[in-house]
């Protein structure tokens, strides 16, 4: 199995700029997917974005332009780097992982496992 443990959640202000980091451990690291989801309060999670094995990259349309999902295999992390964000982004974010094959990425039961989530603020 894999475990996955998110860091780098916290508050900043409207148009500034946080990096998440996804650390995980178990099997290899290089033969999932990878997704970032995020549930604010009293609303369903939500796809952000996700990455394949093969490097191919899929983003919600909200985010676009603003966030993009990383991954570095030899330190079995994946990365979001979020700029300009907006108060709409305040979340729970958590990362996803699953074994590969056919998927659709922005569907949440395509994943395996799953983080705990870290805590996105943002003031305006």
């Known amino acids: 199995q894999v475990q996955l443990v998110e860091s780098g959640g916290g508050l900043v202000q409207a148009g500034g700029s946080l990096r998440l980091s996804c650390a995980a451990s178990?099997?290899?690291?290089?033969?999932?997917?990878l997704g970032w989801f995020r549930q604010a309060p009293g609303k369903e999670r939500e796809f952000v974005t996700a990455?394949?094995?093969?490097?191919?990259?899929y983003s919600a349309d909200s985010v676009k332009g603003r966030f993009s999902i990383s991954r570095d295999n030899a330190k079995n992390t994946v990365y979001l780097q979020m700029n300009s964000l907006k108060p709409v982004d305040t979340a729970v974010y958590y990362c996803?992982?699953?074994?590969?094959?056919?998927?659709?990425?922005?569907?949440?039961?395509?994943?395996?496992?799953w983080g705990q989530g870290t805590q996105v603020t943002v003031s305006s």
């Open positions: 996803a992982a699953r074994s590969t094959g056919r998927w659709i990425p922005s569907r949440l039961d395509d994943y395996d496992y």
């Open positions: 178990g099997r290899t690291f290089s033969i999932y997917g």
């Open positions: 990455i394949s094995t093969a490097g191919s990259i």
